[in-house]
Each structure stands twice: as C-alpha cells, then as structure tokens.
C-alpha cells in the first residue's frame, strides 16, 4: 500500500461498516460518487456528522463546511470530538502498524484486522 491509497474495494469498506454497524437499526450504509452535500440532500438529510481528532481536522472540515454551504446552506454540520483514547489514530498509522506485524486488534473491529493482516501484514 501507498499512503493515501485504499487497501480495499468500495464494496469491501462498505461490507466492513455494515459488518460493524449491523446493531445499530437506525444506520445505513451507502456508497457514494458525488459531493457529501448532494448526497445528504438526496437523502433528505438535515446534518452530515463528522468526527474531529485534531486541529487539523478542525481546519479541513471549517474549509469544507464553507464549501458546503455555499452549496446547500439548509444542511448543517454537526462535529463531535473522538476520545482521547482514539484522537491518534488514522488509516494510514494502521496500514502501517499492519503492514509490520503491531498490534491492531482494539483499534478496528475484529473482521477488518482480520483483513488487514491478511492483505497487509505478516
């Protein structure tokens, strides 16, 4: 793998979250080509939630928030803080924990570990 590259197909990343999300009745997972903001309004969505780990986070999403404003300014955007406990973690940190054999059984769920080490590691 290449930072900034995906290990897996849409179809697989999309079986993984429904894999991880099949407790909860109220989610749904769907693939998307287009714009975030034209997918919630297709939706009929009120808010796109996301997940903030740092500043720079914060920084990326103030900038697509403008964008998506100017687009539809009825949806708004709702941010929610990770856990300290996860505000170091992104893909590319363990792809590379994968690729050398660390430890990454309680940072994704267990099927994608599984995966992971299979297609990456050791």
């Keep these: ?5 995906t290990v897996f197909s849409t179809e697989e990343r999309v079986a993984f979250l429904k894999g991880a999300t099949s407790d909860l009745p109220n989610v749904d997972v769907d693939p998307f080509s287009t714009l975030l903001v034209d997918f919630a309004r297709e939706r009929g969505a ?6 903030l780990r740092a500043i720079s986070d914060f920084e990326y999403e103030l900038e697509m928030n403008q ?3 100017r687009q539809d300014p009825e949806i ?8 300290a406990k996860y ?20 940072l994704v769920p267990e099927e994608v570990a599984g995966a992971l080490k299979d297609r990456l590691g050791r």
């Design 1 to 5: 793998w290449r930072k900034g590259s």
């Design 46 to 51: 009120m808010a796109i939630v996301k997940g």
């Design 67 to 69: 964008l998506n404003r």
């Design 76 to 83: 708004e955007s709702v941010y929610l803080m990770a856990s």
């Design 87 to 106: 505000s170091f973690l992104s893909s590319s940190g363990i792809k590379e924990l994968a690729t050398f054999g660390g430890d990454i059984d309680d």
